[in-house]
C-alpha cells in the first residue's frame, strides 16, 4: 500500500488504491459542470465558500460583509464564462468573447431591487445579479442594446429588476 490507501478508505481500480476523497472530488466536480458548464471549476469552490461566508456572517452577527460585488463578478465567471479584468480596471468588469461585460449586483440588503449603471463606460453586455435574503443568486445578461428603458439620470440609467426578470 502506498499513501496510506487501502480497504479502509480506497477501493482497488485498474491497479492502484483510489481514495473515496478523489471519488467524492470527481463526483462533485460532475455536479459542478452540469450546474456550471461554462465555469472555470477552480473558481467553484472559492464562489460557494465566499457565499456561504456572507451569510453565516451575517446569521452570526446581523451584518453583511462588503463581498457582494465580487460574488456578483464570481456568478459571472461560473455561470457565463466571462473572463474578469483586474480589480478597479476601467470601462467594465470582463470579457466574454468580443463582448466587454459591466457586472452589477443587487446585495441582500438593499430595500430596492434597482441598478444604476453609468451609460458613460465601455461595455456591450450587462450582468445584473441578485443575491436574495436567502443568499440565493441568480442573473440576467442583457445586451447594452436591449437594456430596459428605466429612469435616465444625465449618464446613469437605473434599472428595475423586476423588468429585468420579466424579459
Known amino acids: 500500500m502506498t499513501d496510506g490507501l487501502g480497504p479502509d478508505n480506497a477501493i482497488w481500480d485498474d491497479g492502484e488504491w483510489v481514495s473515496w476523497d478523489e471519488i467524492n472530488q470527481q463526483i462533485q466536480y460532475k455536479e459542478w459542470r452540469a450546474r456550471y458548464p461554462n465555469a472555470d471549476l477552480s473558481l467553484v ?14 446569521y452570526l452577527t446581523g451584518r453583511h460583509l462588503q463581498v457582494y460585488g465580487d460574488i456578483g463578478e464570481l456568478y459571472g465567471a461560473i455561470t457565463h464564462g466571462i473572463k474578469l479584468h483586474r480589480n478597479y480596471a476601467k470601462g467594465s468588469d470582463g470579457r466574454l468573447g468580443n463582448h466587454f461585460v459591466e ?31 436567502d443568499f440565493e443568486v441568480r442573473g440576467k445578461l442583457i445586451d447594452r442594446k436591449a437594456l430596459p428603458k428605466g429612469e435616465i439620470k444625465g449618464n446613469r440609467l437605473r434599472i428595475d429588476w423586476a423588468h429585468v426578470e420579466a424579459k
Do not use: M, Q, W
Request: net charge negative; hydrophobic share 40%; aromatic share 12%.
Open 103 to 133: 457586472v452589477k449586483t443587487i446585495t441582500p440588503f438593499k430595500n430596492c431591487d434597482v441598478v444604476e449603471i453609468n451609460l458613460e463606460r465601455h461595455f456591450s453586455k450587462v450582468l445584473i445579479v441578485k443575491i436574495n435574503a
Open 45 to 58: 469552490p472559492v464562489f460557494e465558500s465566499l457565499i456561504g461566508t456572507a451569510e453565516e456572517y451575517y
